[in-house]
């Protein structure tokens, strides 16, 4: 069983990461989605992105560009501060990312343009590795979607190609480009293509409870949570506390948690963690799950 934080534009903050700590941590934390070419241009707010708090060595960047010199270039700047992974962003299907060519636009260009960006991006986490004294490989991984439509023979193409540039995890989040979460994530593609591939896949979508995770799990036993964990920070103790051999163990009792007191635990954490600039909207996102 292995249970990753996703990445999640505006919510997976040190914050956040720091409030789910105070509970359990995943075996991963996914950053929110970095965009590779505001932090080369040194905005304003780029350093609060860069924190890699509270457990570093648990962490993976997400870094999301059109561009394969941005994602690049922005490599090793990340990876100073710590870190297991850098994941390119194929998933986000926001409009202004795809028409911008970031995001799930990755999966709609030729294959070589993708696969030279994805090489582009193994050549600077090579290079980070010669020159920096790391205690181990750092791992390129992709988040992805279904794609346009239901056509599982082109996912498989598009992840062994993702595969022979030296992507060496894939998580899939089931839906097609324009599918609302208000439909039930496929995962029985997430099934196929971990038996279709030679690297790891994990699955992501609509794991909000202790039995949706239990469900999955039968499927797969490696797990993204995105707004399940927002809605319960404690979801990944809970699972813990409650699951082991794929089975939920009643007699564990039900999970208890006073809601006021890790309401305002995130406030106090979002005002340490976060500038005072984004504090009204990151609570206002994260009490929109709550």
């Not at 279709?196 to 999955?216: K, M, R, T």
């Amino acid at each position: 069983m292995k249970l990753i934080l996703a990445p999640l534009a505006a919510l997976s903050h040190s914050g956040l990461r720091s409030l789910i700590h105070r509970f359990s941590d995943p075996d991963e934390y996914y950053s929110e989605m970095i965009h590779a070419p505001s932090l080369l241009a040194r905005g304003l707010f780029e350093e609060w992105y860069l924190r890699t708090n509270p457990v570093p060595e648990k962490l993976v960047w997400q870094l999301t560009s059109p561009k394969a010199e941005a994602l690049s270039a922005a490599v090793p700047i990340v990876l100073r501060h710590g870190g297991i992974g850098i994941d390119v962003n194929m998933g986000c299907c926001a409009p202004p990312i795809v028409r911008s060519g970031a995001g799930f636009a990755w999966m709609l260009k030729p294959f070589e343009t993708t696969a030279a960006m994805l090489r582009a991006v193994r050549k600077a986490i090579e290079q980070y590795e010669l020159t920096a004294d790391c205690a181990g490989s750092i791992r390129l991984s992709v988040k992805l979607r279904l794609g346009v439509t239901e056509d599982y023979p082109f996912l498989l193409r598009f992840c062994k190609m993702l595969e022979a540039e030296g992507v060496s995890l894939i998580t899939l989040h089931p839906r097609l480009q324009r599918q609302s979460y208000g439909r039930p994530a496929k995962h029985e593609y997430t099934a196929q293509l971990a038996q279709d591939l030679h690297i790891p896949v994990y699955g992501n979508g609509d794991i909000d409870s202790v039995d949706a995770f239990v469900a999955a799990a039968a499927r797969y036993p490696c797990w993204m949570i995105g707004r399940g964990a927002v809605q319960k920070p404690w979801l990944f103790q809970e699972i813990r506390s409650r699951v082991s051999d794929g089975c939920v163990h009643e007699n564990a009792g039900m999970y208890s948690v006073n809601l006021e007191e890790t309401a305002m635990l995130f406030l106090q954490l979002l005002r340490t963690e976060q500038p005072a600039a984004f504090h009204t909207t990151r609570a206002q996102r994260f009490f929109q799950f709550f």
